[in-house]
């Protein structure tokens, strides 16, 4: 990534994200903000603990942080700052930036992330939440993620035009990394995007090869890195599994060769 004429604090941060090979590994462990103690993150802090060597960043809310965390961990911090929804009722959509800046310095958070749901009827809302967290996070040097949210419309919006068009609305209103899903034709998406663009997992794929081909194809295809959860932590060897895609991201393994390594990792 260049960083030129880059302030340098906002350099200094995004360069613990995204390594000097231009790629990055996020740990998404967020997910209890709408979903409650989900399976794989009943204890989160013991969760994440063994993966923490493997990743680039770790994405979490801040009460999860405080409760089960280690304040001397030395991966980066991308702070959750967004929410108001929940599974049991309502719009996922409905959401809202819920951390302020000074609880975000206080927390020393590497970047904060926040969801925009483009087409939904509360597209405004969080596009305007995304702009004034900006707006915020600038003269403090904190970037900003971007996650292309669809809430409960997966299947429907799984397509490259709409996530090239997600994505480069993100960029436009400011972010400095966006977060969507791959899908064919990945490399119109990232190619329409000026900032890096990292995969989300989704849904729990059914194999392991799965998910370490479409983390390589989209790599191939023009995206920065990864930012997973379930297909990591759910995983019956989340570290091998965590390994395997560090193999893909930083040392340009192939799937297979990945995949082989998890198998010898997971059987050791």
Known sequence: MNWTGMEWGLANRLSKLIKPDGRCF????DHGYFQGPTHGLARPGEAAKPLLPYVDGLFMTRGVVRSTLDPAMETPL?????????MAIGDLADEDVTVSIDEIIR?????VGMSTYIGSDFQHRTLMALANLVNNCAPYGIPVMAVTAVGRELKEKLEPRFLALACRICAEHGAHVVKTYYCDDFEKVAAGCPVPVVIAGGPKTETELEVLQFVYDGIQQGAAGVNLGRNIWQNEHPVAMARALQGVIHENLTPDQAHDLYLTIGNS
């Open 26 to 29: 996020y740990l998404a462990m």
């Open 78 to 86: 991308i702070l959750r700052v967004s929410g108001g929804n929940s």
């Open 107 to 111: 927390i020393n958070a590497a970047a």
